[in-house]
């Protein structure tokens, strides 16, 4: 995988909590009893333990200057970091509970902790769709091109008849279980209309075996571990609200209720799936979800072929 460039905004988030850290750390070690005197406690008797906290805030400070130039190779800084400052308001509220500590005190939990949580939470969640990226192509091959496990490619199984092609999520997602009964309930509808149903899936688990589980073990399938099928045909991989929005959650509740239940990840779990109709080596209609969640009527796509269902050639195989 290539070096992608972190955006500009998680550079300048890191430099500003480095320099913050670094500020609040050299006032605590210069200046160990003023935020005690500032928020009326009574000044501690070892104030060389918050000297100590200080020196711990500040070494943080360079860490996050260091994760700044560089934040999806030194993202367990940003990690380490964000954890702290999670734990740190529950311990703040486990002594505001038991009436050992001013409330006073909370805005250095907002300043040091609160303000950080957004930030730094992107910046993971970017590292990590990075660190799950397929490979980059600067040329991405003819879709066409594509081979099934019987050495067929995807253009010459689309001159025989017109193929429904299923691009898959990952093998664990509930949604791609719901896909396959889908189809499976639809086949003898949809092949009645002269279309073969075809899957392209992220090679990843035991997807053989799933398909069986789903008597679709005799269709065409495509193995694409670096989704370059997925990408030449324009599906991109999903956002946060593609992925888990509350509509998201809602229809995989009623996916899983349905027993489609939720195996491990198996695959890049960000790719979005789609389905495309093709004829003679051309795509003539294409359904790309808008979020992982959509339901296509697989059915209703195969009705737009044009080849009719008694044209030779449209018999399942």
């Known amino acids: 995988m290539g070096t992608v460039m972190a955006p500009a905004w998680m550079k300048r988030v890191l430099l500003a909590a480095a320099v913050y850290n670094v500020v ?21 008797n070892y104030p060389e333990l918050w000297q100590c906290i200080g020196m711990i805030v500040g070494v943080y400070g360079i860490g996050y200057a260091v994760a700044a130039y560089s934040p999806f190779v030194h993202w367990p800084v ?21 009436d ?38 600067r040329v991405l091959p003819d879709p066409m091109s594509f081979r099934t496990q019987n050495d067929v490619t995807l253009g010459e199984l689309s001159q025989a008849s017109p193929v429904l092609l299923v691009l898959l999520r990952h093998a664990g997602c509930t949604f791609c279980r ?36 789903h008597r679709l073990g005799d269709i065409a399938r495509i193995e694409d571990p670096e989704q370059l099928l997925y990408r030449a045909l324009g599906l991109q991989r999903g956002g946060f609200a593609q992925l888990f929005g509350l509509r998201v959650w809602l ?4 996916a899983t209720l349905h027993g489609n239940l939720v195996g491990r990840l198996a695959g890049d779990g960000f790719q979005m799936p789609g389905v495309f109709l093709i004829e003679r080596g051309r795509v ?12 296509p009527d697989y059915a209703a796509m195969a009705s737009e072929c044009a080849i009719p269902a008694n044209a030779p050639g449209a018999a399942r195989g």
């Open 100 to 137: 050992r500590m001013p409330l006073a005190f909370g805005w250095n939990i907002v300043t040091n902790d609160l303000i950080w949580w957004v930030p730094f939470s992107m910046i993971l969640w970017s590292a990590f769709r990075h660190s799950q990226a397929p490979p980059e192509a």
């Open 284 to 295: 003539v209609a294409s359904y790309r979800h808008a979020t992982a969640a959509d339901r």
């Open 178 to 213: 719901e896909a396959l009964k889908d189809l499976a309930a639809r086949r003898a509808e949809i092949e009645r209309r002269g279309v073969r149903i075809a899957v392209a899936h992220m090679g990843a688990g035991d997807v053989g075996a799933l398909l069986a589980e």
């Open 78 to 98: 940003v990690f380490v970091g964000l954890l702290g400052k999670i734990l740190g308001p529950i311990g703040f509220g486990w002594a505001i509970w038991r």
């Open 24 to 44: 609040w750390g050299a006032v605590a070690i210069l200046f160990p009893l003023a935020a005690f005197e500032w928020a009326g406690m009574p000044p501690p």
């Open 251 to 254: 229809r995989g509740i009623e």
